[in-house]
């Protein structure tokens, strides 16, 4: 499900396959937030995923602007 939404968002598999680990490794980090009321995860997991895609993409346009591309805000 990660994997199919970074897939979605980024139209890169390869891409999708570094969110997807990074994602989990936050998820890892952040285990301590879950309550264990039998709620699914989903929502948490892409929840991450989401602020994973957008840092990445974040990182993405300063390494850009760092070579010497156009800088957006």
């Known amino acids: 499900m990660v ?3 970074a897939v979605r ?3 890169d598999w390869a891409t999708a396959e ?3 680990s990074l994602t ?3 998820a890892w980090r952040l285990r ?3 309550r264990p009321e039998g709620e ?3 929502p948490w997991l892409l929840g991450i995923a989401t602020n ?3 840092n ?3 990182s993405a346009r300063r390494h850009e602007a760092a070579r010497g591309g156009t800088r957006r805000r």
Do not use: H, M
Request: net charge positive; charged share 30%.
């Open 18 to 20: 570094d969110i997807v």
């Open 40 to 42: 699914s995860l989903r």
């Open 9 to 11: 968002v980024t139209g």
């Open 32 to 34: 301590a937030r879950i």
């Open 52 to 54: 994973v895609l957008r």
């Open 3 to 5: 994997y199919r939404y």
């Open 24 to 26: 989990f490794l936050e």
């Open 56 to 58: 990445a993409a974040r």
